[in-house]
């Protein structure tokens, strides 16, 4: 897969604004999922997500496969549940990738 590919692939995963809206909060959880039981260092509880967005469990689903899929999050079973977090290393490399597309000559200057 081309780099180009590569990017694309995340781009989908990110069109929706759902799936925007749970990265984002995955970037902070202390503040969009203070009333969480569980640390955070294992992530956010599935059930959370659904509470953040107001969708259905089968919506957010379908929502946290496409971020999982792109590499944007990973799920981690803890007993019943499934906990996220976000992949900030895939993040960081979405990032760069997408400054060194749409801004070649800045890596020519080496900005």
């Given amino acids: 897969m081309s780099d180009c590919e590569a990017i694309d692939c995340l781009l989908k995963a990110l069109a929706h604004p759902v799936r925007r809206q749970i990265l984002r909060a995955l970037a902070e959880p202390e503040h969009y999922f203070a009333e ?6 294992v992530g956010v509880c599935a059930g959370m997500i659904d ?12 929502h946290l ?21 976000r992949n900030e290393d895939a993040i960081a490399a979405l990032l760069q990738a997408l400054k060194k597309q749409l801004y070649p000559t800045l890596q020519e200057s080496g900005v």
């Fill in 51 to 62: 509470q953040l967005t107001g969708l259905s469990q089968s919506s957010n689903s379908g």
């Fill in 65 to 85: 496969a496409a971020l999982q899929k792109a590499g944007l999050i990973s799920g981690r079973k803890v007993g019943q549940w499934i906990f996220y977090q």
């Fill in 36 to 41: 969480q039981q569980h640390p955070f260092d």
